[in-house]
Every structure is written in C-alpha cells, then in structure tokens.
C-alpha cells in the first residue's frame, strides 16, 4: 500500500533552517510528482511546491522563492524540502501529499511539525 | 495566482441533513478541482477529484459538481463522521491554491 512517512517534529530558532524528509513507499517512487503543503496553527491549506522526483525539476510558490529547496533520492525514493531564514510564521505543519494526474494529492504524509521561536 | 473562494467558511447541521458548500475561481480552470476533508490532527483526504469524481473508498453520500468558475460539494445525508473542514483546491495552473475552508460543526 502507498505510505508517505515523514520525519519528526522540529523546534528551530529564527534565522535559522529546516530540513524534511518524505520517504515514499508502495509505488514506483519516479512515476509521481510530489508537493508539499503546509497549514499553520488554526489556519488553512497552504501549497508551497512541486518537485518531479525523476528529473529534479521544481516549482516554487513565489513568496516562498530563494528560502525553499526541495529535492529527491530516488535510490531511497525520498523528497527533501527545506526552508531557510525561518521566522515565526513558518511556524506549521508540513505535508508532502503525492499527485496522481487528475487526482492531485491522493495520498498525504502523517505530517511534521515545525515550531519557530526564540 | 487563482483565488478561490469558498462558502460558507463555518455553518452547523445535524446529523440526516443535506449540506452544500460552494468554491468559486477567480478565472477558469475546467474542473481542475478536487475537494477534501480534513479532521483535527489529521492530514487532509480527498474526496473528489476533477470537480465530480469520487475517489474510491468515499462513501456516495458525497458529490461534486461544476466546471469553469463554480463548484459545489455536496453531503446527501451528514454523519457524525463527516463534522470536520472542507477545502477545495485548483490544480489548473500553478500555483496551486485552495480556497480558504468550511467548518462543519454539529448543531
């Protein structure tokens, strides 16, 4: 069965940066682009990215641009997203959520938490 | 980007009802739509996808509908495990954005 299992919760201070894994399995892991999507306290839905994990190739949301990288390794079949010159309001849950054509996020990681403070 | 609007953002109703909740886009994107389901401390579920398919396993009390700008979901008969919040999502163009969701509560 399609499982997305995410790294664990993280407490960062500002400035500084995070680094999430999503390690797919139950798929061929280079067949599906992968998001990530994120939700802060009491908030809504927030998409942040796509990343194709076969070629690499990425697209960011443009308030997010030059803080944010995502990656894969497919010989781990795992997607990467990392957020630099974190401030509070990057405090949030972070998804990765797999797109399956018409069907767009099918299956959701458990979620991880970042909290950002001082 | 696309702005989807969804209402209402909260409403209450009892177990048996019929609830309708609506998304509406800024500009066209086909039934580039799919909607979700998501319970506290849960991550989201999808429900329907392009604007009137049910994703398998979701029960047919849920529906879809729309194309171009107007949408709507539509729960035949609410069940207490249907109290949780909807989001609709546009995957026309990037980026992708959903609308801004609807609190389900018990009355």
């Known amino acids: 069965q399609v499982q997305l299992v995410q790294s664990g919760a993280e407490v960062k201070k500002p400035g500084a940066s995070v680094k999430i894994s999503c390690e797919a399995s139950?798929?061929?892991?280079?067949?599906?682009?992968m998001h990530w999507v994120r939700q802060a306290p009491g908030q809504g839905l927030d998409w942040m990215g796509i990343?194709?994990?076969?070629?690499?190739?990425?697209n960011y949301a443009q308030k997010l641009q030059g803080r944010v990288t995502m990656t894969s390794d497919t010989s781990t079949s795992t997607v990467y997203m990392e957020l630099s010159s974190l401030r509070s309001e990057d405090t949030a849950v972070y998804y990765c959520?797999?797109?399956?054509?018409?069907?767009?996020?099918?299956?959701w990681g458990q979620g991880t938490l970042v909290t950002v403070s001082s | 980007a696309i702005q989807m609007t969804q209402s209402p953002s909260s409403l209450s109703a009892s177990v048996g009802d019929r609830v309708t909740i609506t998304c509406r886009a800024s500009?066209?994107?086909?039934?580039?739509l799919g909607w979700y389901q998501q319970k506290p401390g849960k991550a989201p579920k999808l429900l329907i996808y392009?604007?009137?398919s049910l994703q398998s396993g979701v029960p047919s009390r849920f529906s879809g509908s729309g194309s171009g700008t107007d949408f709507t979901l539509t729960v035949s008969s609410l069940q207490p495990e249907d109290f949780a919040t909807y989001y609709c999502?546009?995957?026309?163009?990037?980026?992708?954005?959903f609308g801004q969701g609807t609190k389900v509560e018990i009355k």
């Open positions: 990343i194709n994990p076969s070629g690499g190739n990425t």
């Open positions: 139950g798929y061929t892991f280079t067949n599906y682009y």
């Open positions: 500009q066209g994107i086909r039934n580039d």
């Open positions: 959520a797999r797109e399956a054509g018409e069907s767009p996020f099918d299956y």
């Open positions: 392009a604007a009137s």
């Open positions: 999502l546009q995957h026309y163009n990037y980026p992708w954005t």
